[in-house]
């Protein structure tokens, strides 16, 4: 069990968190899209204080509300960011006036989603040797999506439905970029001090974000299979 830093045990107990996003009636809604003291799948655990500065930086507008991570699936807004005890807060709004927008307002209301997660990039981190957890002390926040598995099981929204089954092909691609992640996750892991890595495993954040940047990365891993 990793041992609790000075700052992290100086924090006063938090508030219970609810177990799911909130969601209103006019479409808005509420809940931590990240949780400090938590390890995820990924073995990852934010630290208080890790998004202060790129909150100033980027500011609200610059953050975007995406579905699954994808940068083509833009569907809110976020109208308040803000760390607390417990992690980072987050409350915005969906619009219904896009497509996604709509199905993800009936898929929050019947239950069927209710996961967030985050896409950044590591400012600042360093990875304890003997746990092979990655201590986040920094990071520089891309967006904020609703998904259907947040790789932090405390991220939770509201309610929302399941995506369509993808293609074979879709399938085949996904597992590519996923080998690729898991490629920068190695390099990543093997340097005391965790550098800042262009790839987010498991929350699809990357600096690849261009259709034809993918196809080269996914080509450049069949040529080596």
Do not use: C
């Amino acid at each position: 069990m990793l041992a609790p830093s000075p700052a992290h045990a100086a924090l006063p107990s938090p508030a219970p968190l609810p177990a799911r996003l909130s969601l209103a009636e006019d479409g808005s809604i509420d809940g931590y899209a990240s949780l400090f003291g938590e390890i995820d799948q990924a073995r990852d655990m934010v630290m208080p204080g890790a998004f202060t500065q790129t909150l100033k930086q980027r500011g609200l507008r610059k953050i975007p509300m995406l579905f699954q991570h994808d940068p083509a699936e833009p569907v809110g807004v976020w109208l308040e960011l803000a760390e607390d005890l417990r992690g980072l807060r987050a409350r915005g709004r969906l619009i219904p006036d896009v497509a996604r927008g709509r199905e993800l307002l009936a898929l929050l209301r019947a239950g069927a989603i209710d996961g967030l997660s985050i896409g950044y990039r590591t400012v600042r981190g360093q990875i304890d040797p003997k746990t092979r957890v990655r201590r986040l002390y920094q990071v520089d926040l891309w967006e904020i999506s609703i998904v259907t598995f947040p790789l932090l099981n405390g991220a939770r929204i509201a309610t929302v439905k399941h995506t369509p089954r993808p293609s074979p092909q879709r399938a085949a691609a996904e597992a590519a970029w996923r080998r690729v992640q898991d490629a920068a996750m190695i390099r990543s892991d093997d340097a005391a001090e965790a550098p800042a890595s262009p790839f987010r495993r498991g929350r699809i954040a990357a600096t690849l974000s261009t259709r034809a940047g993918r196809k080269q990365a996914l080509a450049s891993i069949s040529r080596r299979s």
